[in-house]
């Protein structure tokens, strides 16, 4: 097994699952992927102050990601988002700016301020606001029309991962702190929870019926959490992204948008798909020879983006700019891999 960074070498596989690459990638580490909700229009945020579209094209075995444009904020950009109806890109980062992409062609504005790095954002369709959570330890509500914030939620520590599907919210915070909103109330917090999961929160992913949400950290173990005290039976944790003695952070978390299943992508440079009601794993990928730090669907499942990259999780002395390489990857699942199917017996998760 070849080590991440200094130990890689020229033949170290950043693509054993024969994904498609992504052509002209970013030029430092992805933080953040998403698909448009009308198209298959990719953005990608990166450390290299860049954001940038591609659109997919193509079936079968001939498709292509072909570079349509880009935008540049004046320090890494940290997240990246898409209004509902796919005309804007919503992106944020340590420039502490929210910037408003429309694709029409038009010059990205600024629409939100925060006093320190924007760290997650989210569009929500029903009530036609942006949110935004920072590490200056608030969320905040942005209606486009207005330059001040509609609303400034205070977090009890710094925003690091936020999921949102009306009328469901979740932001985690520093300290294991995860904190619910009803956003027909959103002023109010419904409920905070110590996360199920013993260190760092790394990411969030509501339940598709926004019963409950799952939680990752960095210490290669994701919690189903319901919401409901009657299903708190139905809670657990398990453990992935690890090779014997080596644990990896899970870096991300999507729901399949189809059949409910969802996708870890972590350190280890792994992606897996499971199924949470059957408590098993459907499929597990081969390793990158680096970590995938972010990872979307498309708006009807059939890709699944990934990023493999450096991500700084073994620090500067693992970092070797001469072997460094971004690349971001597109993967087609097959039914098989992503479709629920019934538990087989009763002998222990899969």
């Not at 990608?44 to 079968?60: I, L, Y």
């Not at 444009?69 to 509902?84: F, G, M, R, Y």
């Not at 870096?251 to 009601?277: E, M, Q, V």
Request: aromatic share 10%.
């Amino acid at each position: 097994m070849s080590l991440f960074g200094s130990g890689a070498t020229a033949a170290a596989n950043t693509n054993p699952n024969k994904s498609i690459e992504v052509q002209q990638p970013p030029s430092d580490s992805v933080s953040s992927l998403c698909f448009s909700p009308k198209a298959n229009l990719l953005v990608a945020s990166s450390w290299d102050n860049q954001v940038r579209c591609w659109e997919v094209m193509g079936s079968g075995t001939n498709v292509g990601a072909v570079p349509k444009a880009s935008i540049s904020h004046e320090q890494p950009v940290l997240c990246s988002t898409w209004k509902d109806d796919g005309t804007t890109v919503f992106s944020g980062g340590c420039d502490k700016q929210v910037k408003m992409w429309p694709l029409s062609g038009s010059q990205p504005v600024t629409v939100g301020m925060h006093d320190a790095p924007v760290k997650e954002l989210a569009w929500i369709p029903e009530m036609s606001l942006l949110v935004t959570g920072s590490w200056d330890k608030t969320l905040r509500y942005w209606d486009l029309r207005q330059p001040n914030p509609a609303h400034v939620q205070q977090l009890p520590e710094r925003c690091y991962a936020l999921t949102v599907k009306h009328p469901l919210m979740v932001a985690a915070t520093a300290d294991r702190n995860l904190i619910v909103f009803n956003l027909q109330n959103p002023q109010t917090e419904f409920k905070r929870i110590v996360s199920p999961l013993k260190y760092q929160t790394r990411c969030l992913a509501a339940f598709p019926d926004k019963q409950g949400f799952l939680v990752g950290s960095i210490e290669g173990r994701v919690g189903v959490h319901h919401l409901d005290d009657a299903q708190q039976s139905k809670n657990f944790t398990f453990k992935c992204h690890r090779e014997g003695n080596e644990i990896y952070s899970v870096n991300s978390l999507n729901f399949h948008p189809t059949h409910g299943t969802f996708a870890t992508a972590g350190s280890d440079g792994s992606f897996n798909f499971w199924d949470k009601d059957s408590k098993q794993r459907l499929k597990a990928m081969s390793r990158c020879s680096q970590p995938i730090p972010c990872s979307a669907f498309n708006n009807d499942g059939s890709i699944y983006a990934y990023a493999v990259c450096y991500d700084w999780s073994k620090g500067a002395e693992n970092h070797n700019p001469s072997t460094a390489k971004t690349n971001i990857y597109l993967h087609f699942p097959q039914d098989s891999e992503v479709k629920g199917k019934p538990r087989i017996g009763t002998s222990g998760r899969k």
